[in-house]
């Protein structure tokens, strides 16, 4: 690749961007007018702080606030029947909480933040029509060599605008960005705040962000009303961006279903996962030897808790993968890889499912052993196969309920996935559970209906994933860098297509099924290529005449042992630049 990169010159791309969009003057950063220092420490709650004017949220008025240590803000209408707020509630952003709170939240970035330690937390009514609400210099708790800087601007008009620093990350907390008005609202699911915009059909959005995976920083996010519960949530303006879209090539083998609350419908059947040559599974129902009842060594988890190197006595093939120790979590999973993660998080969704590490889940859900509790967590290596059975545990919050399944691992890679009974009833999460395989950091797994697809066949491998680099944005005047991974040992070489537009056009027809355009090709740059990894450095020209302006990016490699076509692609990035 040439050093001085040039494509932003060309004049096809530029003609494409001059009439793609209007200039938008830059506004991303943080208002430093941020008013009153409200002497917060830790885990502590401001007294009432008026707006000055009326805040239209989920078809009511709030007029004030109270203000968190902990990165978020409670609505409150000093003239309703709803009691004023006295929990700063630490120390994990839980969409769970904030939708069963009795006063609506705002959540900068909702997780364990102590202001004793250094920094401040402020409010200033900026004018008759705004306030800003500002944690500045603050230090996650047992974090002293790290800060973050957080802002919440609230507007008369009810758009909601959310600002965090570029340094800004959630260390070793669950970290929360979003709204509810609470007080039992629906849970609508995450959405993927990188990925902006977005469209939100309820008066709830948010985004939840395991350890040091907050990958907003330096983003305005701006909740823009369309009705009393609805959102169109878009970045600042000004804001570099780079977010995921669509999916690799080829199909990978990821596959989940995701149950809502009391609909789970996998006892008391058993599933055969077998791994196939290709890298794929087919899927069966499992007829013989399905729930082994050998099962002796109880491994005495307790709620959310996690064994850690347990040895399988063999080498377990998997897409993508191999492992001979696993990790267990009492919540109904099991990492492949021992060490990969030390999460034992309660609340699945999809999202974390896919873009954390090889994972196995016969139901991924709340549950809880222990001592006080019915039933335990068992691991057995037995010759020819190694067997995890979650016996008899409740779903938190439901006293006497009943959980039992059970994961049987063997040499040759094959699954089975067995169940007794299994009622997604807890009381977390909305009652949401998973059950699934990943291979891990994919952008998207296969959602699939098992039992309304068997025999089912998952796809049959890694699929092309490209997103930015963790830090990095297209900021003018800066290299934005791209990540390539999952790149087949037997690449030559690709290129990274560049255009204004998304075709989402699907390659079947050329015999790349599973495959889609997802870029347009006003220009394509050749790739030099690194196994496993790819990073892709691309200089922005600092042109402010680019600010608001976006871009889609495919990356198409080349690997011979392919066939006629030797070629599988990535998912998109889409480039918004900016500041």
């Not at 769970?96 to 900068?108: D, E, I, K, Q, R």
């Not at 699907?506 to 990894?533: K, W």
Request: hydrophobic letters at 40%; glycine letters at 10%; proline letters at 7%.
């Amino acid at each position: 690749m040439p050093s001085a990169f040039s494509f932003l010159g060309r004049a096809a791309l530029a003609a494409a961007l001059l009439s793609a969009s209007q200039r938008v003057l830059a506004q991303c950063q943080l208002d430093t007018n941020v008013g009153t220092n409200l002497g917060l420490t830790d885990d502590s709650l401001s007294a009432q702080q008026a707006l000055g004017f009326s805040f239209p949220f989920a078809g009511a008025n709030y007029d004030s606030v109270y203000v968190s240590s902990n990165g978020f803000v409670y609505l409150f209408d000093s003239t309703g029947s709803v009691p004023p707020p006295t929990s700063s509630l630490c120390c994990n952003g839980s969409a769970t909480t904030m939708l069963g709170a009795a006063s609506p939240m705002v959540c900068a970035l909702w997780m364990d933040l102590n202001p004793t330690v250094g920094g401040s937390v402020n409010f200033n009514q900026v004018s008759a029509t705004k306030a800003l609400i500002t944690w500045l210099g603050v230090p996650e708790y047992n974090q002293t060599a790290t800060t973050v800087d957080l802002q919440i601007a609230l507007n008369a008009s009810g758009q909601i605008d959310i600002y965090t620093t570029g340094s800004t990350t959630n260390v070793t907390h669950t970290g929360l960005t979003g709204w509810s008005p609470g007080n039992g609202a629906t849970d609508p699911g995450p959405v993927d705040l990188s990925s902006l915009p977005v469209p939100a059909n309820s008066a709830t959005a948010y985004e939840l962000f395991t350890a040091t995976n907050f990958d907003i920083a330096g983003i305005q996010i701006s909740g823009v009303p369309t009705g009393p519960t609805s959102w169109l949530i878009v970045p600042g303006q000004g804001c570099a961006l780079a977010g995921q879209y669509g999916q690799g090539c080829p199909k990978p083998c990821d596959t989940l279903e995701e149950f809502a609350a009391s609909t789970v419908d996998l006892s008391p059947n058993a599933l055969q996962f077998t791994l196939q040559a290709d890298g794929s599974y087919v899927i069966s129902q499992c007829t013989s030897g399905c729930f082994d009842t050998s099962f002796t060594n109880n491994l005495a988890l307790t709620d959310d808790s996690l064994a850690v190197g347990l040895s399988l006595g063999f080498t377990f093939p998997f897409c993508g993968g191999s492992t001979s120790t696993i990790d267990v979590c009492s919540n109904g999973f099991v990492w492949l890889v021992s060490g990969s993660s030390t999460l034992v998080d309660f609340s699945p969704t999809q999202d974390e499912f896919r873009d954390n590490p090889a994972r196995v889940a016969p139901l991924w859900m709340d549950l809880r052993p222990g001592p006080t509790y019915p039933g335990g967590v068992y691991f057995d290596a037995l010759p020819g196969k190694a067997i995890i059975t979650w016996d008899q545990l409740e779903a938190y919050g439901v006293t006497g309920s009943s959980n039992t399944m059970q994961l049987q691992l063997f040499p040759n890679g094959d699954m089975i996935f067995a169940y007794q009974s299994v009622l997604n009833n807890a009381t977390t999460g909305n009652g949401a559970a998973i059950a699934g395989f990943t291979q891990g950091a994919v952008s998207a797994a296969n959602v699939v209906d098992w039992t309304a697809s068997l025999p089912y066949r998952t796809g049959s491998g890694t699929p092309l994933d490209m997103r930015a680099q963790a830090g990095s944005r297209p900021v003018l005047g800066t290299t934005f860098n791209l990540d390539i991974s999952k790149i087949r040992a037997g690449s030559v070489g690709g290129a990274l297509s560049i255009g204004v537009t998304n075709p989402n056009l699907d390659l079947s027809f050329l015999g790349l099924a599973g495959c889609r355009l997802l870029s347009s090709l006003e220009v394509s740059l050749p790739i030099a290529l690194s196994i496993p990894v790819t990073t892709v450095p691309l200089p922005i020209p600092n042109r402010a005449s680019l600010i608001g302006r976006s871009l889609n990016t495919q990356a198409v490699l080349i690997d011979p042992s392919l066939g006629s076509l030797p070629v599988y692609l990535s998912n998109g990035v889409v480039l918004t630049f900016g500041m």
